[in-house]
T-cell receptor
Framework: GIQVEQSPPDLILQEGANSTLRCNFS?????LQWFHQNPWGQLINLFY???GTKQNGRLSATTVATERYSLLYISSSQTTDSGVYFC???????????FGKGTRLSVIA | NAGVTQTPKFQVLKTGQSMTLQCAQD?????MYWYRQDPGMGLRLIYY???????DKGEVPNGYNVSRLNKREFSLRLESAAPSQTSVYFC????????????FGSGTRLTVV
């Protein structure tokens, strides 16, 4: 099956700093999503991005499908950005997502 | 709009007991999923249902059964709980096709002693 690797596993930032999270995957996919799990455990979908670039406020994501990686950018980080960020991929829109192990982000005031 | 509702939120079981985790969505989604989350492991798929009337095994199905009761509800049953099933269980749903992401429930924290 597909392997999903996320890096770094842990990241500590000062409030206001920028960061880049990376997701590598082992096979061609047609479905890639980024999620944020807040400190209370709730999982929120951030982006559906099997290819190309999207932006939503201070967050943006880029997927280069031909090179099998995706990047999540967080600019001007805030303490509310803390939590775990998951990348998940699937062969198609109809196959279940396979999740990476996540990047744990801590933003310190 | 409640989204995906999971019950219960917390549960403690003794080894060998059975229980059913309930999941319901009100978004008219056709696909539903059960994942478990263990420390350092990310989320792993237990079972999924691509549409009403169908269910399929995921990566870690042993010890579990599921029922897609109708389009709204997808339950997960532990017939004889084991300590290895101590985990946080998440239900998710999705409208397949197009740029539709997963919507997750708030999770059920299960401890088996």
């Amino acid at each position: 099956g597909i392997q999903v690797e996320q890096s770094p596993p842990d990241l500590i930032l000062q409030e206001g700093a920028n960061s880049t999270l990376r997701c590598n995957f082992s096979d061609s996919v047609n479905n890639l999503q980024w999620f944020h799990q807040n400190p209370w455990g709730q999982l929120i979908n951030l982006f559906y991005i099997p290819s190309g670039t999207k932006q939503n406020g201070r967050l943006s994501a880029t997927t280069v499908a031909t090179e099998r990686y995706s990047l999540l950018y967080i600019s001007s980080s805030q303490t509310t950005d803390s939590g775990v960020y998951f990348c998940a991929v699937g062969y198609s829109g109809n196959t279940p997502l396979v999740f990476g192990k996540g990047t744990r982000l801590s933003v310190i005031a | 709009n409640a989204g995906v509702t999971q019950t219960p939120k917390f549960q403690v079981l003794k080894t060998g007991q059975s229980m059913t985790l309930q999941c319901a969505q009100d978004m008219n989604h056709n696909s539903m999923y059960w994942y478990r989350q263990d420390p350092g492991m990310g989320l792993r798929l237990i079972y999924y249902s691509a549409s009403e009337g169908t269910t399929d095994k995921g990566e870690v199905p042993n010890g579990y059964n599921v029922s897609r009761l109708n389009k709204r509800e997808f339950s997960l049953r532990l017939e004889s709980a084991a300590p290895s099933q101590t985990s946080v269980y998440f239900c998710a749903s999705r409208l397949t096709g197009g740029e539709n992401g997963y919507t997750f429930g708030s999770g059920t924290r299960l401890t088996v002693v």
